[in-house]
């Protein structure tokens, strides 16, 4: 059983985006077809395993961990029931998708192009958070990978994350620190757009981020769930 060819497209661009960002640290992951896994890394935020396919099964999804030390799913279609395997839900959210981007051009947004400009995107990113060093300057390398900063009197106020691949481009991060909702998310929209003309721009959300991108044109795709052995991973 496959899922939606959109929703496919949403799930697998998120499953190489993590991919990308764990390799950066050393931690390449494994595409089964049904699976991505990455089983040693402890990273916040990001997952160890992903399902790829509606019809994975607990069991599968939580094989390669180690009971006895950190472990993240992302179940992406919000189908598995993981707390007898000693995980616990974090959140739920929703897959999103823009079918047909208008065009774009933003000029206050750019592309981060060097380890410097990576660094203090990351500080805004996490605000008042303590992470540093997650979003390593290889990821500045990689073609399919763009590091979103849109700046406003010289001062950095919000970012985004686009990473494409499978027909499609993924946008995540999305951080805030001095735009309107409705313009930060038509902002993000105008520069993928012009980054990548005439793909759909695919990504997930939850709450009043998820009702931003519906304002914004985004539809929904169907539901994921989060399940982690320590809240500090998603």
């Known amino acids: 059983m496959g899922a939606d060819p959109p929703l496919h497209a949403a799930v697998i661009n998120n499953a190489r985006w993590c991919d990308a960002v764990c390799r950066s640290h050393g931690y390449p992951g494994e595409f089964t077809g049904r ?21 994975v099964t607990a069991a599968e999804a939580t094989a390669s961990q180690d009971p006895s030390g950190p472990y993240s799913v992302k179940d992406s279609f919000a189908r598995l029931n993981l707390v007898t395997s ?36 990351e500080a805004a990113w996490a605000g008042s958070g303590s992470v540093t060093g997650l979003f390593r300057p290889g990821l500045l390398a990689d073609p ?5 900063a849109c700046r406003r009197d010289g001062a950095l106020v919000s970012g985004a994350t686009a990473y494409t691949s499978d027909g499609v481009t993924g946008i995540l991060n999305v951080f805030n620190s ?41 539809t ?14 998603a």
């Open 86 to 121: 000693g995980l616990t839900s974090l959140f739920d959210a929703n897959w999103i998708a823009l079918p047909v981007p208008p065009d774009g051009d933003d000029p206050s947004w750019d592309v981060v192009t060097t380890p410097g400009e990576l660094a203090r995107w």
């Open 178 to 218: 001095g735009l309107a909702a409705e313009h930060l998310w038509a902002g993000v929209v105008r520069a993928v757009a012009a980054l990548r003309p005439g793909l759909p721009i695919v990504g997930y959300e939850s709450g009043e981020d998820l009702a931003a991108a519906r304002r914004a044109g985004f």
């Open 35 to 55: 699976l991505w896994i990455s089983r040693g890394h402890a990273l916040p935020f990001y997952p160890n395993a992903i399902t790829l396919a509606p019809d």
């Open 144 to 148: 399919r990978c763009a590091i979103l």
């Open 220 to 233: 929904v795709l169907g539901p994921l769930r989060i399940w982690a052995r320590r809240s500090a991973v």
